[in-house]
């Protein structure tokens, strides 16, 4: 009776193998193993800021994963220099200020914009009130904070015509990323060009009411700002990837003005930052998501004839000869459909 027993059990432990082996070859053929996730750089525009969130939070609730992603989050230098990575092969796509791969592509950088992240220009110079700076032209004469690579060092000759001034009427001196607060507050600088949403950490270190700004924006400089960038051959033989990190992107972007206290904490677990500076930093760049275009189109909207007007700015206040069709420079093919919406 005991051998018995002992036969039916090994029958029963045989049987549940070849059961389970079974189920094992089933999923293989079906295509149900996990999927391979396909692997890619993403090159930030500058050191880590609360606009910058959104990326970690779909790495973080694994939106990136979703869409069969690996992203690798590298952090940036510049505008300029988020394109000279991309077109040197370093990155698939990246974050520039929009003027920049334009001129850039007129460069011959192989680059287009695949997406808007900023419908308003944030672009900024900051100085001390008591500098003797009450205008934009002001600057002229003055000592400039900036890096090499900074966007704002691009655009700078577009901005000096606009408000009447020399381009080469001010000196600049070359600083590393990380400290223009502390290049303005040693006042090693008189002028430091910085975004507007930078102001929160402005004035941590120099007292509002001894800070003075002016928004590049509110004096005629019209063009879009902060944009997803790709180079031309991932667009042209890798188009699926652009379109899923996008989804993923304008996903946590959605998520991130919706849950922006939310979102900051996760950025929090990715690097070591002070939270209450950094939603500070984020809710003052939530503003430049509250446009009417962004409101009927949703989030990453390309307006054509706002796209040409950035050109425009490009093309006439920083001499540059664009002789290629717009179509050269921007492709609205790889947005989310259905777009994601900011409820503000």
């Given at each position: 009776?005991k051998?018995?027993s002992?036969?039916?059990l090994i029958f029963?432990?045989f049987t549940i193998?070849?059961?389970?082996?079974?189920q094992d070859?089933?999923?293989?053929a079906?295509g149900e193993?996990?999927?391979?996730?396909q692997?890619?750089?993403?090159q930030?525009n500058?050191?880590?800021?609360?606009?910058?969130?959104?990326?970690?939070v779909?790495l973080n609730k694994g939106w990136?994963e979703?869409?069969g992603?690996?992203v690798n989050?590298?952090?940036g230098q510049g505008?300029?220099?988020?394109v000279?990575?991309l077109d040197?092969g370093k990155?698939?796509?990246g974050?520039?200020d929009?003027?920049?791969?334009i001129k850039l592509r007129?460069?011959g950088a192989?680059?287009?914009i695949?997406?808007?992240?900023f419908?308003k220009h944030?672009?900024?110079m900051?100085?001390w009130?008591?500098?003797?700076?009450t205008?934009?032209?002001d600057i002229?004469g003055?000592?400039v904070?900036?890096?090499?690579?900074?966007g704002?060092?691009v655009m700078w000759?577009a901005?000096?015509?606009?408000?009447?001034?020399d381009p080469?009427?001010v000196k600049?001196?070359n600083?590393?990323?990380?400290?223009?607060v502390a290049?303005?507050?040693s006042?090693?600088?008189?002028?430091?060009f910085?975004?507007?949403?930078g102001k929160p950490f402005?004035?941590?270190?120099?007292?509002?009411?001894?800070?003075?700004y002016?928004?590049?924006?509110?004096?005629?400089?019209?063009?879009y700002?902060?944009s997803y960038v790709?180079?031309d051959d991932?667009?042209?033989?890798?188009?699926?990837?652009?379109?899923k990190?996008?989804?993923a992107a304008y996903?946590a972007?959605?998520?991130?003005?919706?849950?922006p206290?939310?979102?900051?904490?996760i950025?929090?677990e990715?690097?070591?930052?002070?939270?209450?500076?950094y939603?500070?930093?984020?809710?003052?760049?939530?503003?430049?998501f509250?446009?009417?275009r962004?409101?009927e189109?949703?989030?990453?909207?390309?307006d054509?004839s706002?796209?040409?007007?950035?050109v425009?700015t490009v093309?006439?206040?920083m001499?540059?000869?664009i002789?290629?069709?717009?179509?050269?420079?921007?492709?609205s093919?790889?947005?989310?459909?259905?777009?994601y919406?900011?409820?503000?």
């Amino acid at each position: 009776m005991k051998i018995f027993s002992i036969l039916v059990l090994i029958f029963m432990v045989f049987t549940i193998s070849m059961w389970a082996g079974g189920q094992d070859e089933t999923e293989g053929a079906t295509g149900e193993a996990p999927q391979e996730l396909q692997k890619m750089n993403f090159q930030l525009n500058w050191k880590v800021m609360g606009d910058h969130a959104p990326y970690y939070v779909a790495l973080n609730k694994g939106w990136f994963e979703e869409e069969g992603l690996d992203v690798n989050i590298i952090v940036g230098q510049g505008s300029a220099y988020t394109v000279q990575a991309l077109d040197a092969g370093k990155a698939e796509m990246g974050i520039s200020d929009a003027p920049v791969p334009i001129k850039l592509r007129a460069d011959g950088a192989k680059i287009k914009i695949v997406g808007i992240i900023f419908d308003k220009h944030p672009n900024c110079m900051y100085f001390w009130k008591d500098s003797g700076i009450t205008k934009p032209s002001d600057i002229a004469g003055r000592t400039v904070a900036v890096p090499a690579s900074d966007g704002h060092k691009v655009m700078w000759p577009a901005f000096a015509r606009l408000i009447g001034v020399d381009p080469e009427n001010v000196k600049f001196v070359n600083i590393e990323p990380a400290a223009k607060v502390a290049a303005l507050a040693s006042k090693n600088a008189e002028v430091v060009f910085e975004l507007y949403t930078g102001k929160p950490f402005m004035e941590k270190a120099i007292p509002v009411e001894e800070l003075g700004y002016f928004i590049w924006a509110d004096y005629g400089f019209n063009a879009y700002a902060h944009s997803y960038v790709a180079r031309d051959d991932v667009i042209e033989n890798n188009p699926e990837l652009v379109r899923k990190f996008l989804k993923a992107a304008y996903r946590a972007w959605e998520f991130t003005l919706e849950n922006p206290k939310e979102a900051i904490e996760i950025l929090s677990e990715y690097h070591p930052i002070n939270k209450d500076d950094y939603l500070v930093n984020l809710e003052v760049m939530m503003d430049f998501f509250k446009t009417d275009r962004y409101n009927e189109n949703g989030i990453g909207y390309i307006d054509p004839s706002r796209m040409q007007e950035t050109v425009d700015t490009v093309e006439k206040y920083m001499n540059i000869d664009i002789n290629f069709p717009l179509d050269d420079i921007y492709t609205s093919a790889f947005l989310p459909d259905p777009m994601y919406f900011y409820d503000y």
